[in-house]
């Protein structure tokens, strides 16, 4: 199923960007050096392809295809996820405060990186663990080759208008080398 395996896809990129984070944080609780300018980049990446590309093609378009194929929100866990995704915005909105006063020898600022970072990345990890193993296998079993296709054009309606052309080669670029800087 395209709509599908686009949203596995885009999966793979946040979990390459949790792994960056977690080293990221552990770089910081050891009083090394982390470039605010990276900070604010993994927070563009957030902000722009987890939630604006990735959860909106979720929100505006799979789960109420979803619930309109039958699937209830119970059922489904989409009022489950549609809370997490909520989550994740504060705890990006918090993480944006922590980056904008960001001093690696203010051991406080260092403290709520930490408990900011961990929480957002143990979430993001939980809620691709039940979109994956729960949600997707239905919407495969549930939605035909007709809706797929309606999906997909919706998604890439979402890639134009609200990402904007070329933005996923450089977020692509972007995690290549924030891999190679903090991962290597």
């Given at each position: 199923?395209e709509?599908?395996?686009e949203?596995?896809?885009?999966?793979?990129?946040?979990?390459?960007?949790?792994?960056?984070i977690?080293?990221?944080?552990?770089?910081?609780?050891?009083g090394r050096?982390?470039?605010?300018?990276d900070?604010?980049?993994?927070?563009?990446?957030?902000?722009?392809?987890?939630?604006?590309?990735?959860?909106?093609?979720?929100?505006?378009?799979l789960?109420?295809?979803?619930?309109?194929?039958?699937?209830?929100?119970?059922q489904?866990?989409i009022?489950?996820?549609?809370?997490?995704?909520?989550?994740?915005?504060?705890?990006v909105?918090?993480?944006?405060?922590?980056a904008?006063?960001?001093?690696?020898a203010?051991?406080?600022?260092?403290g709520?990186?930490?408990?900011?970072?961990?929480?957002?990345?143990a979430l993001?990890?939980?809620?691709?663990?039940?979109?994956?193993?729960?949600l997707?296998?239905?919407a495969?079993?549930?939605?035909?080759?007709?809706?797929?296709a309606k999906?997909?054009?919706?998604?890439?309606?979402?890639?134009?208008?609200r990402?904007?052309?070329?933005k996923?080669?450089?977020?692509?670029?972007?995690?290549?080398?924030?891999?190679?800087?903090?991962?290597?």
């Open positions: 199923m709509s599908i395996t949203l596995k896809n885009e999966h793979s990129g946040v979990k390459t960007m949790l792994g960056i977690e080293a990221i944080l552990t770089r910081s609780a050891n050096e982390v470039n605010v300018d900070l604010n980049e993994i927070l563009e990446f957030l902000t722009v392809f987890v939630d604006r590309c990735h959860h909106g093609k979720e929100e505006d378009f789960f109420p295809a979803l619930e309109s194929a039958g699937l209830s929100r119970d489904s866990h009022g489950e996820l549609l809370q997490e995704h909520e989550q994740g915005r504060q705890l909105a918090g993480l944006r405060d922590v904008n006063n960001f001093k690696i203010d051991q406080t600022v260092a709520k990186l930490e408990k900011a970072g961990r929480e957002y990345v993001l990890k939980e809620h691709i663990q039940k979109e994956e193993n729960v997707f296998p239905m495969e079993d549930m939605l035909g080759e007709e809706k797929d999906l997909a054009e919706a998604f890439e309606k979402v890639e134009r208008e990402v904007g052309p070329g996923h080669e450089e977020f692509h670029e972007l995690l290549n080398r924030l891999e190679q800087t903090y991962t290597s």
